[in-house]
Nanobody, 126 residues
Framework: QVQLVESGGGLVQAGGSLRLSCAASGLTFASYAMGWFRQAPGKERDFVATISWSGTTTNFADSVKGRFTISRDNAKNTVYLQMNSLKPEDTAVYYC???????????????????WGQGTQVTVSS
């Protein structure tokens, strides 16, 4: 049974930082691309960042480029999202997900992700 468990969310002031973690189990973690998505109240789920199975390729939504970084530790079956210079508009539930990484590039397309975590709330106050 595949499980993805996010942690690290919380309340932070604008300009602050948070580090999200997503621990995976029940799958060959190193074979999967990992992604972070977020969903704000009343909005659709949006792509945030992705990392290839090897960690060599990353991609970010324009709204977070230069502020967020994504990394992974295949030995620990964990992917991270470091969020710096947070803004109130970053407030959302953040989800991690995994996708078959056929081309080693990761993916920004939510429909390509097979398994999803339960989400962790990030709230940025102004």
């Amino acid at each position: 049974q595949v499980q993805l468990v996010e942690s690290g969310g919380g309340l932070v002031q604008a300009g602050g930082s948070l580090r999200l973690s997503c621990a995976a189990s029940g799958l060959t973690f190193a074979s999967y691309a990992m992604g972070w998505f977020r969903q704000a109240p009343g909005k659709e789920r949006d792509f945030v960042a992705t990392i290839s199975w090897s960690g060599t390729t990353t991609n970010f939504a324009d709204s977070v480029k230069g502020r967020f970084t994504i990394s992974r530790d295949n030995a620990k079956n964990t992917v991270y999202l470091q969020m710096n210079s947070l803004k109130p508009e970053d407030t959302a539930v953040y989800y991690c997900a995994c996708a078959a990484d056929l081309y080693g590039l990761g993916s920004s397309r939510s429909q390509e992700y097979e398994y999803w975590g339960q989400g962790t709330q990030v709230t940025v106050s102004s």
